[in-house]
């Protein structure tokens, strides 16, 4: 069933994403004015949750017909997020406590792809007609369909992601036209319109409108998506000869090249799982339902063999994320990885063992392996968000785990990347662990509960958690609160901050820089330089001109303990700074502090 074969209504939709702005923008500023349920993760992660969903999967599947049967089945998805948005907001408790960017992008990245196949599974629901489902659950009836109607499914997977990126398009493009309609106002005097368009309480709902539009709109054009579909697979067609041809060769070379190399850029495993991710996708898009062959026949033989290779990348990858984590240990960064490779190397060995069992008949064998894939994938997307396979917890008993063994030192211990990526289980063990080593190294347990004080620690909080170089320096009573100001603004949290004196000019007065100690030079690095003129404190950033210039990156020692050398003579106001080989440079013109 297709968008051409159903009525599809139109108020009704613009309705819901009406209701779909207004709800989000009360969200958006519970979080902004900080009233409930901001401050309850276990019940504002699940609030997003419904907000997000619940409407999106009445845009994509409401019709004229069989409306209450489709709103009970999608209360039922909706509620299943909701719940496992629960444990992800328990993850972030308590509020306030640790970053939880890492948590949230990763949870919205499992909440689309889980989205994404449920909303097959209910499109597949939803084409069972009542007469059918009597007598059979109408849920296994729809999973029967999945293969018994596997073009369908197939198509309903291009049209979903064509029609979400295009009506996004048209949202993002009715934003740019307002943006633009306030700036010609602006230009000619009337600030009305630019100061209204920028209210949120007018862009969350327009927004939202502009989307449920184009839903509608993309939802009822079935013949310019099929173009865009055609277009789509026919570069995949010219693109998957190369593709194979690339794994072949590849595999050819490695008796004679060795892994080393490979492992040696730091990145073999993602290169891996990359070409392996792509060779399955173009091998989908290209034999798509197996029912004809889209090449001639010679050049469907010569594809074959390569097809049946897939599964020797996916497993070269998962043994070069072996020797990582049995180095370094696990991190939730290599969870994902193990995941990704792990559902990779399923999926080529299924598509090798219908090469095994079909020989060049093989493409017949998609549709089963394709919907295994599909199953699994709503599967792990629901696992990874409750204790079963929580990545953070599994980080968490690896890092600590490897400290309790006598493999690394307290020192040696990733506190930035606990603190930043492990959200609810990393806080407690670095919690533990300050806890347990406050007798024996104080300064190192105050380092540690650094991590989770308030970022923007003021007067003695502040102070207490930076690090002054040289020790004990005097900072002028009048830059204090110029340099707590900054730190907040540049996000640089005190327990990482690290102010130096040194004396860059010839001046009378000394320059205090401000930098993050957990910088990662030279293309992560960000500091600022505070100095003296006409009786007041201007500040200017600090820069590191080789990182612009192609020569090699240096790495310096920690910024903690880093020699702090003042380099003659440049051709400026102020010296170069040179911190164990990283030299550093202060930017003009500066800003004034009032």
Excluded at 4 to 11: A, G, L, T
Excluded at 147 to 167: C, Q
Excluded at 517 to 545: L, M, S, T
Aim: hydrophobic share 50%; proline share 6%.
């Amino acid at each position: 069933m297709n968008g051409s074969d159903v009525r599809i209504p139109r108020n009704a939709m613009v309705l819901i994403s009406l209701i779909q702005g207004l709800f989000l923008l009360l969200l958006w500023r519970a979080i902004n004015d900080e009233f409930w349920p901001y401050a309850t993760p276990t019940v504002n992660f699940p609030l997003w949750t419904i907000a997000l969903t619940l409407p999106t999967f009445l845009l994509f599947t409401l019709q004229g017909s069989g409306v209450k049967r489709l709103v009970v089945r999608v209360a039922g998805i909706v509620g299943t997020l909701a719940i496992l948005a629960v444990y992800v907001g328990w993850q972030a408790s308590p509020h306030g406590a640790f970053p939880v960017e890492s948590l949230v992008g990763s949870s919205v990245a499992t909440l689309v792809v889980a989205s994404f196949c449920a909303l097959l599974l209910l499109q597949a629901s939803v084409r069972v007609a009542p007469g059918e489902a009597q007598g059979r659950r109408p849920w296994l009836r729809a999973l029967n369909a999945l293969t018994e109607d596997y073009p369908a499914l197939f198509a309903a997977a291009w049209r979903n992601v064509l029609i979400g990126l295009l009506s996004a398009i048209v949202a993002a493009g009715v934003a740019l036209l307002l943006t633009l309609w306030g700036a010609l106002f602006r230009v000619v005097g009337i600030d009305f319109f630019a100061e209204l368009f920028a209210k949120d309480w007018f862009l969350f709902p327009v927004l939202s409108v502009a989307f449920g539009l184009g839903v509608y709109i993309f939802r009822s054009l079935d013949s310019v998506l099929g173009g865009i579909v055609a277009l789509v697979e026919g570069l995949m067609r010219l693109l998957l000869p190369l593709g194979l041809a690339v794994v072949v060769v590849f595999l050819a070379t490695l008796p004679f090249t060795g892994l080393a190399p490979l492992w040696e850029t730091g990145n073999g495993t993602a290169l891996l799982l990359w070409l392996n991710a792509l060779a399955l996708v173009f091998v989908n898009g290209v034999y798509q339902t197996g029912a004809t062959n889209p090449y001639p026949r010679f050049v469907h033989m010569a594809l074959t063999p390569g097809v049946a290779l897939l599964p020797i990348i996916s497993l070269l990858g998962m043994y070069g994320l072996y020797l990582r984590v049995a180095q370094y240990g696990w991190s939730v960064e290599r969870c994902w990885a193990a995941l990704v490779a792990a559902v990779l190397v399923l999926v080529s060995l299924g598509y090798s063992g219908g090469v095994l069992w079909r020989r060049v008949e093989w493409p017949r064998t998609l549709k089963r392996t394709n919907v295994a894939f599909l199953l699994g994938l709503l599967a792990l997307m629901l696992l990874v968000n409750t204790p079963v396979l929580d990545f953070r917890r599994i980080a968490t008993e690896s890092q600590f785990g490897r400290l309790a063994q006598g493999k690394v030192t307290a020192d040696e211990v990733d506190f930035e990347y606990a603190a930043e990526h492990l959200a609810r289980p990393g806080h407690r063990a670095m919690q533990a662990l300050a806890n347990s080593v406050e007798a024996d190294d104080p300064e190192l347990a105050a380092r540690m509960r650094a991590f989770w004080s308030p970022g923007d620690a003021e007067g003695e909080g502040f102070w207490a958690a930076v690090t002054v170089r040289p020790e004990g320096i005097a900072v002028p009573t009048d830059l204090a609160p110029r340099i707590e100001e900054s730190a907040r603004e540049l996000s640089i949290g005190a327990h990482h901050a690290v102010l130096a004196r040194v004396q860059l000019s010839e001046g009378d007065h000394p320059e205090y820089l401000l930098l993050d100690a957990n910088a990662r030079p030279p293309r992560h690095f960000y500091g600022v330089c505070f100095y003296r003129e006409a009786g007041g404190w201007r500040r200017a950033d600090i820069i590191n001109p080789r990182a612009f210039d192609g020569s090699r990156p240096v790495q310096p020692a920690p910024l903690r303990v880093a020699p702090l050398t003042v380099v003659e003579p440049p051709p400026r106001r102020f010296k170069m700074l040179d911190v164990d080989g990283l030299r550093l440079a202060v930017e003009e013109p500066a800003e004034e502090l009032d």
